[in-house]
């Protein structure tokens, strides 16, 4: 069996994760929502949206590779 303690920190890790990839995803979406509606200015704003969405594909994807890199149990590994 393995110890409490050790489960709560993995699962906390692994929803720690989750959330970074939802958390990127919703910047994503409020990306293309900016540069595709007139949230900010008449006919979108295409650039900030844009880098915006960039933003949050850049958090989706290299954030849980990065919070798993920090967490791997021998560190430097």
Do not use: C, H
Not at 13 to 27: D, E, M, S, W, Y
Not at 29 to 35: D, M, N, Q, T
Not at 47 to 65: C, D, E, H, T, W
């Amino acid at each position: 069996m393995t110890d409490p303690d050790q489960e709560t920190l993995w699962r906390n890790r692994f929803i720690a994760i989750q959330l970074v990839r939802i958390g990127g995803t919703i910047v994503v979406l409020a990306g293309l929502y900016f540069s595709m509606t007139d949230a900010i200015q008449e006919g979108g704003a295409t650039v900030p949206g844009l880098a915006l969405s960039l933003l949050g594909l850049a958090i989706s994807f290299g954030g849980p590779k990065w919070l798993a890199r920090k967490w791997r149990s021998p560190p430097g590994a």
